[in-house]
T-cell receptor, first 112, second 113 residues
Framework: AQSVTQPDIHITVSEGASLELRCNYS??????LFWYVQSPGQGLQLLLK??????LVQGIKGFEAEFKRSQSSFNLRKPSVHWSDAAEYFC??????????FGTGTRLKVLA | ETGVTQTPRHLVMGMTNKKSLKCEQH?????MYWYKQSAKKPLELMFV???????ENNSVPSRFSPECPNSSHLFLHLHTLQPEDSALYLC????????????FGPGTRLLVL
């Protein structure tokens, strides 16, 4: 069955430190891959997405993600975290039209 | 207004009440979605409408009834809900094509007493 795993439920980093959020997916072919961010009381906002081509994808707010087919991973990174990045982050795959599978999310806390 | 809007933002209802959630998108999309977001669980896709026709219904109890009168509006009619239905209900829209980005509204926080 298709699935998305975000192994880290909570992550705490200091402001200015680098960040990597993990995402692994289970799917036979290369799906469309997304990272979304959700601030408290808000809906999900797209950070970036991958569907083909360069495996390093740049997104908004200084985020990037790297697709690694051999590891079925699509990890999100940011070189220097800001306090405003504290939020919940969701990885998602789309194996087809109308089909979107989300991970359980990683809640990021940023220490001043 | 731009993007995807949802009303109300918060709703408290008893188990015998009838209420409706409203979603409106101003993006020119032709697919709309209802999701349920509960703590510590992945987003659950409830319903999908494409070109105003329901294309997905993921084993959702009949106490939830969707309606899509046109490509810009989506409703979720609620009746005889249970306390376990308390959650954040998110609406999203997209173009109809594989891998299209979904755009989400801010959600309706529902509490069933």
């Amino acid at each position: 069955a298709q699935s998305v795993t975000q192994p880290d439920i909570h992550i705490t980093v200091s402001e200015g430190a680098s960040l990597e959020l993990r995402c692994n997916y289970s799917y036979g072919a290369t799906p469309y891959l997304f990272w979304y961010v959700q601030s408290p009381g808000q809906g999900l906002q797209l950070l970036l997405k991958y569907f083909s081509g360069d495996t390093l994808v740049q997104g908004i707010k200084g985020f990037e993600a790297e697709f690694k087919r051999s590891q079925s991973s699509f990890n999100l990174r940011k070189p220097s975290v800001h306090w405003s990045d504290a939020a919940e982050y969701f990885c998602a795959v789309s194996p087809g039209t109308y089909k979107y599978i989300f991970g359980t999310g990683t809640r990021l806390k940023v220490l001043a | 207004e731009t993007g995807v809007t949802q009303t109300p933002r918060h709703l408290v209802m008893g188990m015998t009440n009838k209420k409706s959630l409203k979603c409106e998108q101003h993006l020119g999309h032709n697919a709309m979605y209802w999701y349920k977001q509960s703590a510590k669980k992945p987003l659950e896709l409830m319903f999908v409408y494409s070109l105003e026709e329901r294309v997905e219904n993921n084993s959702v109890p009949s106490r939830f009834s969707p309606e899509c009168p046109n490509s810009s509006h989506l409703f979720l009619h609620l009746h005889t809900l249970q306390p376990e239905d308390s959650a954040l209900y998110l609406c999203a829209s997209s173009l109809v094509s594989a891998g299209e980005t979904q755009y989400f509204g801010p959600g309706t926080r529902l509490l069933v007493l």
